[in-house]
């Protein structure tokens, strides 16, 4: 999906399911954190593709 900004929480659900499938990671758990993620950002200037899938890898990580 090539878009610059993520303008609609579709959009943003979408990114969300194509990460679980990458990552091997739970699709709801994904989805909850990148609606909360576009509620948040939605308005702001950095809402790419990219910056939402830095923050879904940030809230996966293992220490």
Known sequence: ??????????EA???A???ATDENVNEGRVEA???TWFDA??????????DL???LASR???P
């Open 1 to 10: 999906m090539a878009v610059d900004q993520v303008k609609t929480n579709m």
């Open 13 to 15: 659900l979408q990114i």
């Open 17 to 19: 399911r194509d990460f």
């Open 33 to 35: 954190y990148a609606e």
């Open 41 to 50: 950002r939605k308005d702001a200037d950095s809402s790419s593709p990219t």
């Open 53 to 55: 899938r830095a923050y």
């Open 60 to 62: 996966f990580e293992h």
